[in-house]
Nanobody, 116 residues
Framework: VQLVESGGGLVQPGGSLRLSCAAF????????MRWYRQAPGKERELVAV????????NYEDSVWGRFTISRDNAKNTVYLQMNSLKPEDTAVYYC??????????WGQGTQVTVSS
């Protein structure tokens, strides 16, 4: 089982990044997928969540209207499109797969730095 994030990097305030998380070794389409982030000195926080079919999405208040979570079950991949990035979005972003009462998996994280 593996979750592999990519797409992080350094971007200027107001810029955009698209994170990807590819899943291996489990039935991706049966899992809720979530993006978390953890900034230095802070607790890990939930940023966005998408249902197994993609029909339901939810976001943390500070990213609402700027971030979009999506998934492609044919490609076993979940995405996080991040627009209008702010310095406070700087964090390590983690992909999470959850099937309640059955299993939960984490990726290794990808660094996002928003700075001029």
């Amino acid at each position: 089982v593996q979750l592999v994030e990519s797409g992080g990097g350094l971007v200027q305030p107001g810029g955009s990044l698209r994170l990807s998380c590819a899943a291996f070794g489990f039935t991706f389409s049966s899992y809720i997928m979530r993006w978390y982030r953890q900034a230095p000195g802070k607790e890990r926080e939930l940023v966005a969540v998408i249902s197994s079919t993609g029909s339901s999405k939810n976001y943390e208040d500070s990213v609402w209207g700027r971030f979009t979570i999506s998934r492609d079950n044919a490609k076993n991949t979940v995405y996080l499109q991040m627009n209008s990035l702010k310095p406070e979005d700087t964090a390590v972003y983690y992909c999470n797969a959850l099937r309640g009462g059955v299993a939960e998996y984490w990726g290794q994280g990808t660094q996002v730095t928003v700075s001029s």
